[in-house]
T-cell receptor, first 111, second 114 residues
Framework: DQQVKQNSPSLSVQEGRISILNCDYT??????FLWYKKYPAEGPTFLIS?????DKNEDGRFTVFLNKSAKHLSLHIVPSQPGDSAVYFC??????????FGKGTRLHILP | EADIYQTPRYLVIGTGKKITLECSQT?????MYWYQQDPGMELHLIHY???????EKGDLSSESTVSRIRTEHFPLTLESARPSHTSQYLC?????????????FGPGTRLTVL
């Protein structure tokens, strides 16, 4: 049973527009959430995180929003750039040093 | 920039061979992890370590074994490789301090067993 769900396997966005990647989770014990970016043949790269005591965290073009009541988080990328084309993994932790990953969403930035 | 290394990056090997996937990190992290990932699927934790001489099995059952004799080194061994072991293996490390459970990943080893 998947605890972290990314229901969109892929997403295409025009360059310069906003990319919104969504993630849902089922475990109410999760208190720390992360987004990773992965290029083919490389390991995931940490992008941004958010603690459950916050509802928003921003880092440059990347913003993560957390809605605890809906058990939903989203990653906003604005403006989207060609180098953003990659697979994005949502992940969550319950404070036990283990991270549970979603299946990923492949983002295509169109010229 | 995370300093975590994995070798080899790619490995094609025949059934029955013994293999060791290497993972090293220079960040002094106590916690290290091995994940297995198939294309289009989530990363599954197969082993982790909280420090020297500490190893635990992860959520996904694996026939591989690990050792942690030095803080910086966390090798994974398959005694007898089988085609079902074909996958990408990702090593990670982190401080794991409460709400900063960020893990940093190596480039991965793509293993193909014929």
């Amino acid at each position: 049973d998947q605890q972290v769900k990314q229901n969109s396997p892929s997403l295409s966005v025009q360059e310069g527009r906003i990319s919104i990647l969504n993630c849902d989770y089922t475990n109410s014990m999760f208190d720390y959430f992360l987004w990773y970016k992965k290029y083919p043949a490389e390991g995931p790269t940490f992008l941004i995180s958010i603690s459950s005591i916050k509802d928003k965290n921003e880092d440059g073009r990347f913003t993560v929003f957390l809605n605890k009541s809906a058990k939903h988080l989203s990653l906003h990328i604005v403006p989207s750039q060609p180098g953003d084309s990659a697979v994005y993994f949502c992940a969550a932790s319950a404070g036990d040093d283990k991270i549970i990953f979603g299946k990923g969403t492949r983002l295509h930035i169109l010229p | 920039e995370a300093d975590i290394y994995q070798t080899p990056r790619y490995l094609v090997i025949g059934t029955g061979k013994k293999i060791t996937l290497e993972c090293s990190q220079t960040m002094g992290h106590d916690k290290m992890y091995w994940y297995q990932q198939d294309p289009g699927m989530e990363l599954h934790l197969i082993h982790y370590s909280y420090g020297v001489n500490s190893t635990e099995k992860g959520d996904l059952s694996s026939e591989s074994t690990v050792s942690r004799i030095r803080t910086e080194h966390f090798p994974l061994t398959l005694e007898s490789a089988r085609p079902s072991h074909t996958s990408q293996y990702l090593c990670a490390s982190g401080l794991g301090a409460g709400d900063t459970d960020t893990q940093y990943f190596g480039p991965g080893t793509r293993l193909t067993v014929l």
